[in-house]
């Protein structure tokens, strides 16, 4: 069955980083655009970034467009989110998922507070 498992979030001061992973099993990771989408509380969904199946294209929110990174490793089937530069209203729990599919992981909490 599909699993997304995401991990790397934390607490962290403003201007602080934090790397996200996200691994994933039970359907073929690397012919998937893969997205990151995030959840601030008591507020919706709200799309994060895209990359496309073989990672030469990427694509950002206005909101974290050059601060944040998105990559992948197809041989390791893992979807990684570079997180720099970060602001109090970047908290959220993350999640991954496949662009165009409806599966989740459980997602991970990413708290910017000092």
């Known amino acids: 069955q599909v699993q997304l498992v995401e991990s790397g979030g934390g607490l962290v001061q403003p201007g602080g980083s934090l790397r996200l992973s996200c691994a994933a099993s039970g359907f073929t990771f690397s012919s998937y655009t893969m997205s990151w989408v995030r959840q601030a509380p008591g507020k919706g969904l709200e799309w994060v970034s895209d990359?496309?199946?073989?990672?030469?294209?990427?694509y950002y929110a206005d909101s974290v467009k050059g601060r944040f990174t998105i990559s992948r490793d197809n041989a390791k089937n893992t979807l990684y989110l570079q997180m720099n530069s970060l602001k109090p209203e970047d908290t959220a729990v993350y999640y991954c998922k496949p662009k165009e599919e409806d599966y989740w992981g459980q997602g991970t909490q990413v708290t910017v507070s000092s």
């Open positions: 990359i496309d199946s073989g990672g030469g294209s990427t």
